[in-house]
């Protein structure tokens, strides 16, 4: 069959299958591919339905105009509305499986110890909120917890300390995103900190080592002297 020709999302026929990892790069196919078959279409999907107005020759006005008194071009202008909607939703996997997918992402996401909080909760915000569109999502305390137990290791301390402190109950995710961002300058401020005082110890050794190498030089230097003089003053004797 034709329609098995093509991967869902791949035909010239459907627009781009919606990938979370890659966003901007699907925005971009997406964009492309709706104004390339149509830019009404496009002008639905970002501004919204086109409403059922149409000029009243008479008293020169926009007016809402009922089905049955609406002109070809109208209607025509109408059905964009639908064909935009037909374009989202080809565009769009099966919800359940979207659904499964996220909550997979949401299981299995972790920090690496690289990671800026920044850059971390954007990751983790572009998942639960593509979850609560799928009218899937968890309380604002798990979300919370989710974030604390993904932090890398070199964090422990820190997640105790809340823990310990913060009711998490009432603890919201922007409230603990500020947290974490202070106590990441503090890391960063120290890490700093224990580099330049180990590059100044190495520093240190060299010299030291450098020090001890020229008075060994030296001290080596004034044996070989003083044993050539008592060459030179035993040769005299035996003369």
Do not use: C
Not at 5 to 21: A, T, V, W
Not at 39 to 52: A, C, R
Not at 191 to 212: C, D, F, I, T
């Amino acid at each position: 069959m034709e329609s098995e020709k093509y991967l869902e999302g791949q035909s010239m026929q459907r627009p781009p299958l919606f990938e979370s990892d890659g966003f901007i790069y699907w925005k971009n196919r997406f964009e492309t591919y709706v104004k390339s078959k149509d830019l009404d279409l496009w002008h639905v999907i970002t501004h919204g339905d086109f409403p059922p107005i149409q000029n009243n020759l008479e008293t020169k006005k926009d007016e809402i105009v009922p089905f049955d008194k609406q002109n070809d071009d109208l209607k025509k202008k109408l059905a964009k509305n639908n064909e935009a909607k037909m374009v989202i939703y080809n565009a769009l996997p099966l919800k359940d499986n979207k659904i499964d997918l996220l909550v997979q992402q949401h299981e299995q996401f972790t920090i690496p110890e690289e990671e800026s909080i920044d850059n971390a909760f954007a990751r983790f915000n572009t998942i639960i909120t593509s979850l609560k569109a799928l009218a899937k999502s968890f309380s604002s305390k798990n979300y919370v917890r989710k974030f604390l137990r993904s932090l890398h290791l070199v964090w422990r301390a820190k997640v105790t300390a809340i823990e310990e402190s913060k009711d998490l109950t009432s603890l919201s995710l922007d409230e603990l995103i500020g947290n974490l961002k202070v106590y990441e300058v503090i890391i960063k401020k120290d890490s700093e900190m224990v580099k330049g005082k180990r590059e100044q110890n190495r520093s240190l050794a060299l010299k030291a080592k450098k020090k001890s190498s020229d008075e060994d030089s030296l001290t080596f230097d004034s044996e070989d002297k003083e044993y050539a003089m008592a060459v030179r003053d035993f040769k005299k004797i035996f003369k």
